[in-house]
């Protein structure tokens, strides 16, 4: 069985910061491709950024580009969504989510988070 574990959310004001976390845990798990997407009130889930853990390039949503950056520790089994210049619209809750192939459609994956929220206050 495998489980994906967020953490690092919370409450930070407008040009602020965050990183977010996520534990990959399960003897089996050897997932290819891990992403982040979010969720706010109201909203679809939406595609955040995605990575593969070995060697690719990683790529984002455009509201996202330059402000947000994925990356991974595979001795860790871990991913990173390190959050800068937050903005009162990046308020959701946050998932990871691991799967075969990198993807923004949220089908792709098939493990997914519980969620961590992030609020970004103005």
């Known amino acids: 069985q495998v489980q994906l574990v967020e953490s690092g959310g919370g409450l930070v004001q407008a040009g602020g910061s965050l990183r977010l976390s996520c534990l990959a845990s399960g003897s089996s798990f050897s997932s290819n491709a891990m992403a982040w997407f979010r969720q706010a009130p109201g909203k679809e889930r939406e595609f955040i950024a995605g990575?593969?853990?070995?060697?690719?390039?990683?790529y984002y949503v455009d509201s996202v580009k330059g402000r947000f950056t994925i990356s991974t520790d595979n001795a860790k089994n871990t991913v990173y969504l390190q959050m800068n210049s937050l903005k009162p619209e990046d308020t959701a809750v946050y998932y990871c989510?691991?799967?075969?192939?990198?993807?923004?459609?949220?089908?792709?994956?098939?493990?997914w988070g519980q969620g961590t929220q992030v609020t970004v206050s103005s």
């Open positions: 990575i593969k853990r070995r060697g690719s390039i990683p």
């Open positions: 989510a691991a799967g075969p192939l990198t993807s923004s459609w949220s089908g792709e994956y098939d493990y």
